[in-house]
């Protein structure tokens, strides 16, 4: 019998053989070639890095400072964190925490350098005065709150970044996002009750 072409004599494995080449070489997707980029795309991707870079070390400095917490104050930092679970922000913090990888952002690669200004008395009043003002915007009677939360944030000198070098290297796993969020609490906690006692003051 004659051998029927690309059958029996073997083209039929060669075939295969291109045709999964083909097949990986469209799943790898285009080669990245740097020369392929201009000075406008290199300098955007720069831009970019750098912002990721000081996100990174954002995180991980709020991370470090709910860390200690937890590992010197246990029941204070289970408490707190008992607390705010509850809420739907906590919940939707984790999941985004959860689906941008954010543990794999922040613990990939040697550890970034600590930002003590992080959520520093400047910051927490901005923050105070945005969050004041979306109130106001939904909420007539939060409108007369908001000049009294501005007035009280003006004065605020407090410092938490005293000691900062001792603070605990980062617990990949269960803890982290935790402990991002404590961070967030012992920063703007201090600040938060001088506020108030400078709202509660005569004047």
């Given at each position: 019998m004659t051998p029927t072409p690309g059958r029996d004599n073997g083209d039929?494995?060669?075939d295969a053989v291109?045709?999964?080449a083909h097949a990986d070489s469209h799943m790898a997707g285009p080669t990245v070639r740097e020369d392929a980029l201009g000075d406008a795309d290199h300098a955007v991707l720069a831009r970019i890095d750098e912002g990721n870079t000081w996100l990174r070390a954002v995180l991980c400095t709020l991370a470090r400072r709910g860390t200690l917490l937890r590992q010197e104050e246990p029941e204070r930092a289970a408490t707190l964190i008992a607390a705010l679970s509850r809420w739907p922000?906590?919940?939707?913090g984790q999941f985004l925490f959860d689906l941008m990888?954010?543990?794999d952002f922040m613990v990939d690669g040697p550890p970034p350098p600590l930002v003590a200004s992080v959520?520093?008395?400047g910051s927490v009043r901005r923050i105070a005065s945005a969050l004041a003002g979306a109130r106001a915007l939904l909420d007539d009677a939060a409108a007369r709150a908001f000049d009294d939360a501005q007035r009280a944030y003006e004065q605020l000198t407090v410092d938490i970044a005293a000691g900062e070098e001792q603070l605990p290297a980062l617990q990949p796993g269960l803890y982290l996002y935790r402990d991002v969020v404590l961070g967030v609490v012992v920063s703007?906690?201090?600040i938060v009750a001088e506020a108030d006692r400078s709202a509660g003051a005569p004047s």
């Open positions: 039929d494995g060669d291109r045709g999964d922000w906590f919940k939707g990888e954010w543990e959520l520093g008395s703007v906690g201090p």
